[in-house]
């Protein structure tokens, strides 16, 4: 049986290792091109003995991205960062990245091309995250005019950055941060009036399963009449900040009390962050969280790829309650 080859830059990561296993189970030869094959080796045994391969590429290597798409029938972009370093830029790698890949697709001839952009992604954004992700979807529809763009919400699954990020805060603090645009609103309780701090709970997100995006990608693989379009990807619930912190604590079973922070302080906090090596919070991702994070309506989304969103209550309790107090006293 001769299968059909598709090349993704960043299979290794979170998204990634979804997407190569939901590729893999739908019949295609998996390349996976990373800057360190040494330690994609894990994602081998997700498909039958030699259907995945793995291949040396730096995404600003343009000799190396030549060779690793070289005949290929797709290619799939999922590389990017959260955070910059002095040689890793958002410019460098969502943009002039994207462009790399793009340009050696086109004069491969690949024609089906799917980028991972980000929900936010805009050049007239505040913050450098989302203006890169918008100058790498114009690189590659520049280069590869039918090019599908997905543009997922926060993405969440056993692996994420995003819940298990607060849930290790949970464990190590007594208090978990909320940070809040709006400040305080008065809420009336019959006749008398209270200062609700929280305000209206913050910035909004619309989280989506990571193996929905993973069958996002393999639909318009698959079906070549769902390509060419820019998707909006997001569960089917919208929550405030409150309301994932609450999230994480029923799902973990962990109690705390939640602190409403202003948007000041936030900044405040990310400016002395950003020293840190692992920089757990940057003023760009505070400026990120100045807009909501959801669908806006106006682009298709998984529904329209004939999937059904997941929501996180089905799935975050699995892994969440490893932070849970039972689960840490059996460790």
């Given at each position: 049986m001769v299968r059909r080859l598709v090349t993704v830059f960043g299979g290794s990561g979170f998204l990634g290792r979804?997407?190569?296993h939901r590729l893999a189970g739908r019949g295609w030869a998996v390349r996976v091109a990373v800057r360190h094959p040494s330690s994609a080796e894990f994602l081998l045994p997700m498909g039958e003995v030699g259907q995945i391969s793995l291949v040396r590429a730096d995404i600003g290597d343009v000799a190396a991205v030549t060779a690793a798409v070289a005949g290929a029938d797709a290619v799939i972009n999922l590389v990017g960062i959260l955070t910059e370093s002095s040689r890793r830029t958002f410019q460098a790698v969502h943009a002039d990245g994207a462009a790399n890949i793009a340009g050696a697709a086109r004069d491969a001839g690949i024609k089906a091309f799917v980028q991972m952009s980000a929900l936010g992604a805009s050049a007239r954004s505040d913050a450098a995250y989302a203006r890169s992700k918008a100058a790498g979807e114009a690189a590659v529809r520049d280069a590869i005019p039918g090019a599908t763009i997905l543009r997922?919400?926060?993405?969440?699954?056993?692996?994420d950055d995003f819940f298990n990020r607060f849930g290790k805060m949970a464990v190590l603090s007594p208090v978990l941060p909320v940070f809040t645009g709006d400040g305080y609103r008065v809420v009336w309780n019959g006749a008398r009036p209270s200062l609700d701090l929280f305000g209206t709970g913050g910035p909004r997100f619309q989280p989506v399963y990571v193996g929905d995006v993973a069958s996002a990608v393999a639909a318009v693989l698959d079906d070549p009449a769902l390509a060419g379009r820019t998707y909006e990807l997001g569960g089917p619930a919208v929550y405030s900040m409150k309301q994932i912190m609450e999230l994480v604590l029923s799902s973990s079973g962990?109690?705390?009390?939640?602190?409403?922070?202003?948007?000041?302080?936030?900044?405040?906090?990310?400016?002395?962050?950003?020293?840190?090596p692992t920089q757990p919070l940057t003023r760009d991702q505070v400026r990120m969280m100045r807009v909501n994070n959801i669908l806006t309506g106006d682009e298709p989304g998984l529904g329209e790829?004939?999937?059904?969103?997941?929501?996180?209550?089905?799935i975050l309790p699995h892994y969440m309650r490893r932070y849970g107090p039972a689960k840490r006293a059996e460790s």
């Open positions: 979804a997407i190569v997922p919400s926060v993405v969440f699954g056993p692996d962990l109690h705390r009390r939640l602190l409403p922070l202003p948007m000041g302080i936030a900044m405040t906090q990310a400016r002395v962050f950003e020293y840190l790829l004939g999937i059904t969103a997941t929501p996180a209550e089905t």
